[in-house]
């Protein structure tokens, strides 16, 4: 994809996928102005996806972005995308039940939204391990605004290579496979 970003306009729609300079792989799609889909492909919660997160999606200038948004984990998570340079800076704040027991939230978590408020209660939340890394974007793709296709199964091992290889997605951003 080239093109370059100015407005809000530009940024809703597309399909991301990045590398945190801790090595984790994470995919992420701005589905619309107040949703975000995403699924995590490396770190301590890899295997975990989510769609339908309601999410505050702003512009703070041109063609810099901001979201933020709290799960129903506790979690809470700051993005800033720059993707004209391709680069993001994140700060995820994970409650300290999701740091000592990561597997209860790799799932998808649209079906388990009890089990993940039943476990924030349980267990201790506080401190918070907070994890603030850059990123570098090493996909984006036009998806167009609530594509349901773009974040729509489970991640699996070679998920973000087949979508950097052209190998996911149609030429009009569906899933080849389904």
């Not at 004209?84 to 939230?105: A, D, Q, R, S």
């Given at each position: 994809m080239t093109k370059t970003f100015k407005t809000l306009d530009d940024f809703l729609g597309t399909h991301f996928i990045y590398t945190y300079d801790?090595?984790?792989?994470?995919?992420?799609?701005?589905?619309?102005?107040?949703?975000?889909?995403?699924?995590?492909?490396?770190?301590?919660?890899?295997?975990?996806?989510?769609?339908?997160?309601?999410?505050?999606?702003?512009?703070?200038?041109?063609?810099?972005?901001?979201?933020?948004?709290?799960?129903?984990?506790?979690?809470?998570?700051?993005?800033?995308?720059?993707?004209?340079?391709k680069k993001l800076h994140g700060t995820i704040f994970f409650p300290k039940w999701v740091e000592e027991h990561p597997e209860i939230t790799v799932t998808y978590q649209n079906e388990h939204i009890d089990l993940m408020e039943e476990s924030r209660e349980k267990y201790e939340t506080y401190p918070k391990l907070v994890v603030p890394e850059f990123a570098n974007i090493t996909y984006m793709g036009d998806a167009g605004q609530n594509n349901e296709d773009v974040i729509s199964e489970a991640p699996y091992k070679e998920m973000p290579n087949d979508i950097r290889n052209g190998k996911y997605f149609d030429e009009n951003y569906h899933r080849i496979n389904k």
């Amino acid at each position: 994809m080239t093109k370059t970003f100015k407005t809000l306009d530009d940024f809703l729609g597309t399909h991301f996928i990045y590398t945190y300079d801790n090595g984790w792989e994470y995919e992420w799609y701005a589905k619309n102005d107040h949703t975000v889909d995403y699924r995590i492909h490396g770190g301590m919660v890899a295997g975990r996806w989510v769609t339908d997160q309601e999410a505050n999606i702003v512009m703070l200038t041109e063609g810099i972005y901001k979201i933020s948004w709290t799960e129903p984990t506790g979690t809470d998570v700051a993005l800033d995308f720059i993707p004209n340079e391709k680069k993001l800076h994140g700060t995820i704040f994970f409650p300290k039940w999701v740091e000592e027991h990561p597997e209860i939230t790799v799932t998808y978590q649209n079906e388990h939204i009890d089990l993940m408020e039943e476990s924030r209660e349980k267990y201790e939340t506080y401190p918070k391990l907070v994890v603030p890394e850059f990123a570098n974007i090493t996909y984006m793709g036009d998806a167009g605004q609530n594509n349901e296709d773009v974040i729509s199964e489970a991640p699996y091992k070679e998920m973000p290579n087949d979508i950097r290889n052209g190998k996911y997605f149609d030429e009009n951003y569906h899933r080849i496979n389904k």
